[in-house]
């Protein structure tokens, strides 16, 4: 009799066992389909990104001599601006300090450049409206007589 239980429980092992294995299978595949399935439902769907907005020194490194002599200001001053007149730039290349002149409705509010507060800020744009350079404000200001005949000597 004993010999009876032990043949029929052997026999009902390997059943179980098969079972196990099918039950086991099915669900890696059903994991395996419904991750495909979720992943490919959910790349089509993009966030739109907000535009990094710039510091100073992120707009300044795309203009010549690093923005030297051209107009900044923030995004919320309205007829306010800097002239660059100096940068001091950290070897990141983001960071530093800067100073300039202030303008007011695009004249000068100041002699004097001072340093520039906020710079690493996050709302720096460039006024290509206001744009003199260092160089073109030069000359005109050295405007004298002596000047103006050098040229003529030089041409004889």
């Known amino acids: 009799m004993?010999?009876?239980?032990l043949a029929s429980r052997a026999a009902k092992?390997?059943?179980m066992e098969r079972?196990?294995?099918?039950?086991?299978?099915?669900f890696f595949?059903?994991?395996?389909?419904?991750?495909?399935?979720?992943?490919?439902?959910?790349?089509p769907l993009k966030k739109s990104k907000r535009?990094?907005?710039?510091?100073?020194?992120?707009?300044?490194?795309?203009l010549p001599n690093w923005g030297i002599g051209y107009h900044m200001a923030k995004a919320h001053w309205?007829?306010?601006?800097?002239?660059v007149t100096k940068i001091n730039l950290y070897k990141d290349g983001k960071h530093g300090k800067a100073w300039g002149v202030v303008h007011k409705e695009g004249l000068p509010a100041a002699d004097a450049p001072k340093k520039i507060s906020g710079v690493?800020?996050?709302?720096?744009r460039y006024i290509p409206n206001l744009k003199t350079t260092v160089e073109n404000v030069a000359p005109s200001s050295k405007s004298t007589p002596e000047s103006s005949t050098k040229p003529e000597l030089n041409a004889a």
């Not at 309205?78 to 002239?83: C, D, E, K, L, T």
């Open 19 to 26: 079972m196990a294995n099918l039950l086991r299978n099915s």
């Open 51 to 62: 535009k990094k907005k710039k510091n100073l020194f992120e707009v300044a490194q795309f």
């Open 78 to 83: 309205s007829g306010v601006s800097y002239q």
């Open 120 to 124: 690493h800020k996050r709302c720096w």
């Open 29 to 43: 595949l059903r994991r395996d389909f419904s991750s495909s399935a979720s992943t490919a439902n959910t790349t």
């Open 13 to 15: 092992v390997p059943a």
């Open 2 to 5: 004993v010999m009876a239980m």
